[in-house]
Nanobody, 126 residues
Framework: QVQLVESGGGSVQAGGSLRLSCSAS????????WGWFRQAPGKEREGVAI?????????NYADAVKGRFTISLDDGRSTLHLEMNSLKPEDTAMYYC??????????????????WGQGTQVTVSS
């Protein structure tokens, strides 16, 4: 059983930066893929960024965050990060990390993930 714990959320003014982290525990899989998702009040959960934890470390980003957010893994491939720069009020949401394994085409789809963290709140004020 994989367990995920997020950290790094908080409150920041527009234009500021935050770094989210997500640590995984449990059996390691060579074909993990990881994602960050977010959900604002009254809205559906949406994909933010995906990364594949194999040799190519391929990524995919939502258009709303391209050029501002960067998803990455540490060298041990068990901690996920999301560097968020130039934050906007519309980035305010609960952010969740997720992981699963197998072949994956990097779609920003929550349905592709079985394991989720508890979420960390990000609030951006104008």
């Amino acid at each position: 059983q994989v367990q995920l714990v997020e950290s790094g959320g908080g409150s920041v003014q527009a234009g500021g930066s935050l770094r989210l982290s997500c640590s995984a525990s449990g059996p390691w899989r060579s074909q993990w893929y990881w994602g960050w998702f977010r959900q604002a009040p009254g809205k559906e959960r949406e994909g933010v960024a995906i990364i594949r934890a194999n040799q190519d470390s391929a990524t995919n980003y939502a258009d709303a965050v391209k050029g501002r957010f960067t998803i990455s893994l540490d060298d041990g491939r068990s901690t996920l990060h999301l560097e968020m720069n130039s934050l906007k009020p519309e980035d305010t949401a609960m952010y969740y990390c997720a992981v699963d394994w197998g072949s994956y085409d990097l779609r920003l789809s929550a349905d592709a993930f079985r394991y989720w963290g508890q979420g960390t709140q990000v609030t951006v004020s104008s």
